[in-house]
């Protein structure tokens, strides 16, 4: 398969699995009967302000393989410098970024080498959030389609590449170039295609398609419309003649058949489910209820009647917002909406990373408000609008927004915001005891188990048990802990295996192969990730 090179690639390709994992430091919750507040909402809706690559390592305990969708809207790289979001990779917090990774080479990157720099480990961490019925969407334009295209290839594998979206941005002409800029991307990959086919929703169906429906016949059962009986190729069980009403015998066209053998036929004529249209001479059809229709399948072209447009979308904003322009550049809702209609479920958990003015979060609101459903959403965004724009925008879709004629009610919906916190781990390598013992249980229980730390466990050391093994975390912030007999009596569950991290260890080998205990140091043992 093809790959891409660029300068620094061999500095960037690993570096995902360098970046220090960071705790996540609760600032407040929101929801619209109390307004702020700082305990956690438990809503399972998050805000996080701080750097994307950072962020995602920290979310990785929590949500690895849990992720059903993933929207992003990176920089598109087309060196604008006029944006609120500044979209292109000459920020400051990416170029020291490029310093600090690819070191003096960087001086000397162009702009897409940089792009690439910054992007790509950045989708190998998102990569590891997808469920296994999941699929990625990103937003690009032609600056950088075929970069993006090759690296998630590289990232996500060619083979799970399901399509390229085409979104028709602007509903008028574009005069500003020597032929007219109209439209963007939308890439989509999935961990496998045959699942996300599988597992995709159909869109409802428009007043359009509706309009095919007709009822000439009066049936009972309501509005149909006639669909080929016909299949192509041959087989000889499926090449009976039929007669119609009229008398007229019809045999299939050339290179086709009858999509079904004779016997199903009747059935359908006896349950009046074949049309030999209005005069009853014409070629058998078969009827198709309105009230069956399972909606359309998604097609690739999403003009902006049906998914919205750019001015729309700051409108929409501005509204929110008052008439300032607060954001420029964001998403129509609807285009969202759609995207998480077709990818998700009531159940499931979306997650942006470059979340900007937040249309993530108001579109799976909005999603919920219609269906019930239970969508989450979690939003991470690196600028210092985090607070002022992106999580105060779904505050007012919250709690409502708008004046007189123009008010828009509130949405039920909560959320909790989050600043990037401490670092785990010291630049020595040793622990940092500035961050809560809790979220080192979580991580060593994440770096040995892969899943979630949820424990109640009664032992202070237990921090839970999987799969026949229990993992002890024998540590105390202003004492050195030993692993000796003594703490071994203080174990009173019975397990095929004992891992027991602790800063020293008194037993002899012998007795911890003969007992299946497996002895950790602390820090050393603890596994980066």
Known sequence: MPTLHWIGKEKVINHHRDVPYRVLEHQYGFDAESGEVKVPTNSGNKIIHGDNLEALKSLLPEYEGKIKCIYIDPPYNTGNEGWVYNDNVNHPKIKKWLGEVVGKEGDDLSRHDKWLCMMYPRLKLLSKFLRSDGSIWISIDDSELHSMR??????????????????????????????????????????????????????????????????????????????????????????????????????????????????????????????????????????????????????????????????????????????????????PTRLLERIFHIAGDKDAIFLDSFAGSGTTAHSVLNLNSVDHGNRKFILVEMEDYANAVTAERIKRVIKGYGKSKNKINGIAGSFDFYELGQPLFKENDLLNEEVSERKIREYIWYSETKTAYSSSAEHPHLLDSKDGTSYYFYYE???????????????????????IYADNCLLSKKFMQEHNIVFKKIPRDISRF
């Open 477 to 499: 912030r202003d004492s050195l802990t030993t692993l000796d007999h003594e703490f071994l009596e203080t174990i009173e569950d019975k397990a095929d295996q004992y891992v």
């Open 150 to 331: 090759m690296i998630l290839d590289e990232v996500f594998g060619r083979r799970n590449f399901i399509a390229c979206n085409v979104w028709q941005k602007r509903y008028s002409r574009e005069n500003r170039e020597a032929i007219g800029d109209s439209h963007e991307y939308i890439l989509v990959y999935s961990k496998s295609p045959e699942t996300f086919k599988e597992t995709r929703n159909k869109l409802p169906l428009g007043d359009k398609q509706k309009k095919i429906y007709k009822n000439p016949d009066n049936d009972p059962r309501g509005d149909w419309q006639s669909v080929s009986l016909t299949a192509q190729g041959f087989r000889p069980n499926q090449m009976y003649e039929i007669i119609a009403p009229s008398g007229i015998k019809h045999l299939p066209p050339e290179g086709r058949c009858w999509g079904m053998i004779e016997s199903e036929f009747q059935k359908l004529v006896e349950d009046d489910r074949i049309y030999f249209g209005a005069n009853g001479k014409g070629v058998p059809r078969v009827k198709k209820y309105l009230s069956e229709a399972e909606g359309l399948v998604p097609w690739t072209w999403w003009p902006h009647e049906e998914v919205g447009h750019t001015d729309e979308s700051r409108k929409q904003i501005q509204h929110i917002f008052g008439s300032q322009t607060i954001f420029d550049t964001p998403k």
